[in-house]
């Protein structure tokens, strides 16, 4: 991938604050939502702009005394007859998450509330009970920390096509950003990481040893992974020989003994089948497995955990409200949720997402879009300058650009405590594109 768009959403609502306007922004990422190889890249694209135009639709068409209730009427329409065991639940849900976060924003500028304080005084009306009976009573605004997280652990994301050293690079960027594991780790002194597996065990375990010893050259002993399946295994069975392969390395066991979960291992449409149990409990044995490609809409966590997963993926993506839910669901049955990336790009989809992280207190969240794009370079200067200004502790200026500053492995989140959805600094709306004037690029 050279290039992705990005859509972005301004929403304005009348409350008994006083009108507010709110953003959001997502990446029109290709071959997630819907892994249909037979399906080309505008495609793809254009089947999320579709889903964002019903979304913005239905929410315009209705009236509602609670964000809540506006939220759970659009995402009951756009999702009304998307069975959880069908591919496109999370590309119909992808549309309502991006007009939510927009109305999410809208409502707490207009209250002159942060995110979090917006959570903590219940200011949007959740009603958990509405999606999950089994909740009752249960509260988010009870169950969040007395105060958002000051601090976030970045999980640096390492793909199957990325360097893992600095002499593997060929035809450098060179745009002062680190462009190999090894250089992000000394740079941004990181501690916790996301391997990517592609179910080839013999490829698969020639790259945990190579990452295993980058570890070791880096003098990064104190380090953390998960590994994301991809929902590249046909089965537990053949996961479960991999890792048992790896323990019988010289080294294999101790890099194990690193390992604090397995995500998505298998394909969303064989992962939430009754015959998955058996192998989902032996793999369990070596670290929880979660869902997140499996996480189509609001019944899949349920199943999920009936299953014997250990928790759920959060990406604002899926829908911000719905992950507030899912905490209830852990909380009463046990589980957790895990901080997900899905190539977020500052400012909005990025600050939101932190923000997101930060009232969940998850601890450390995925961040891989910051590693391949270039900073704030794909916004005006107007609008990457105001984000610096606004967010200092969380933008540097680097080389031209603005980037993500990133200190002894974690992001810094105060400023994101500032009315509205998680960013204070300007949105340079005019200097996007129009919907009706914008077509996607064949490059």
Request: charged share 25%; glycine share 8%.
């Amino acid at each position: 991938m050279t290039q992705a768009p990005m859509m972005t959403a301004r929403a304005e609502i009348d409350t008994d604050a006083g009108p507010g306007t709110g953003f959001s922004a997502e990446l029109l990422v290709p071959k997630w939502f819907e892994k249909n190889p037979a399906s080309d890249l505008r495609a793809d694209a254009e089947g999320l702009v579709q889903s964002a135009r019903k979304a913005a639709e239905v929410a315009r068409a209705r009236t509602a005394s609670t964000v809540f209730e506006l939220w759970w009427r659009t995402y009951s329409e756009c999702l009304s007859g998307v069975s959880v065991d069908a591919p496109g639940g999370l590309r119909a849900g992808f549309g309502v998450a991006l007009v939510e976060r927009a109305i999410l924003d809208a409502a707490c500028r207009a209250a002159e509330m942060s995110f979090f304080e917006a959570l903590k005084s219940d200011l949007f009306a959740l009603r958990p009970a509405a999606l999950y009976p089994e909740l009752g009573d249960w509260s988010p605004a009870q169950s969040l920390p007395a105060s958002p997280a000051a601090r976030i652990a970045v999980r640096h994301t390492i793909g199957l096509v990325d360097a893992l050293r600095a002499s593997e690079v060929r035809d450098r960027v060179d745009d002062g950003l680190p462009e190999a594991l090894d250089e992000d780790i000394r740079r941004y002194g990181l501690r916790y990481f996301k391997l990517k597996l592609s179910g080839d065990l013999q490829a698969d375990l020639e790259r945990t040893l190579e990452f295993a010893a980058v570890l070791r050259e880096t003098e990064t002993q104190a380090a953390q992974f998960t590994v994301d399946g991809n929902e590249q295994f046909e089965d537990p069975a053949a996961l479960l020989a991999f890792f048992e392969t790896l323990d019988r390395e010289p080294g294999g066991r101790q890099l194990l003994e690193k390992l604090l979960y397995i995500e998505q291992p298998l394909h969303r449409a064989r992962s939430l089948k009754h015959g998955v149990a058996a192998g989902l409990a032996a793999l369990s044995e070596i670290a929880p497995v979660i869902i997140d490609e499996s996480d189509h809409g609001i019944e899949a966590f349920p199943r999920a955990l009936d299953l014997g997963y250990g928790g759920v993926s959060v990406k604002n993506c899926k829908g911000v409200l719905r992950a507030l839910m899912q905490r209830g669901l852990c909380e009463r049955r046990g589980g957790f949720q895990s901080g997900e990336d899905l190539t977020n790009l500052g400012v909005l989809a990025l600050q939101q997402d932190l923000a997101t992280m930060a009232a969940l207190d998850l601890g450390h969240v995925e961040r891989n879009g910051h590693h391949y794009f270039a900073g704030l370079g794909h916004l005006s200067r107007i609008e990457a300058s105001a984000a610096l200004e606004a967010h200092p502790d969380l933008w540097e200026s680097n080389a031209g650009t603005v980037s993500l500053a990133i200190s002894d492995g974690e992001l810094q989140l105060d400023s994101i405590q500032t009315p509205g959805f998680g960013y204070a600094g300007l949105i340079d709306w005019e200097a996007r594109t129009p919907l009706e004037d914008w077509h996607f690029s064949e490059r």
